[in-house]
């Protein structure tokens, strides 16, 4: 029996850079910096900080514990427009069954209707923020935050959000 021949050294090398870039790669899937915008869209998202520089800038003031906190990021709305999702006049009907699960790195879920979603339709206003007080998020709070518009508490408010689900009730 004639044994194998050893890899040529090039061979072994490109070998050693797969496993290595594999072995990266894995851990930071859980740290990617990147919003999902999928489920009922027409055309889904994937946003990260340069995707969201391109959309209108949208200032929100929060209030926390006494502490008057500026917010700065884009209208949600403007991301699911972007995604294909029906709002103003074509938000109506059957479309209105639809909700909003909008999903942190740690798991943390919420819900939100489509209605409340659209400035066109509600007076909230939801954005996708990704600076506080002109600074880039904390690591554990970003780099993508939800601020929502008069909840009276920040219970909705997910930290480092990962995906936005569109889901239609009746399909
Ligand atoms: N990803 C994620 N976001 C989250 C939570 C969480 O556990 N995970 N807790 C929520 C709750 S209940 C509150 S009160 C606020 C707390 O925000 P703070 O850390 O800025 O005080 O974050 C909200 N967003
Ligand atoms: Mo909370």
Redesign the pocket.
Known sequence: MTPLPMPSRTIRRRLLLVALALIVATPLQTFAQTVIVDGHVSAPLVIDAARLATFPRRTMTVD?HGTTHRYDGVLVADLLAQAGVPLGEQLRGRALATYVLV??????R?VFSIGEMDPALSTKTIILADTIDGQPLAA??GPF??IVGDDT?????????SAIRIVRIDE
Request: proline share 5%; hydrophobic share 30%.
């Open positions: 926390d999903s942190g790195r740690d798991g943390y919420v554990d709070h935050r939800l508490r920040p219970a909705r408010s997910v930290r480092m959000v």
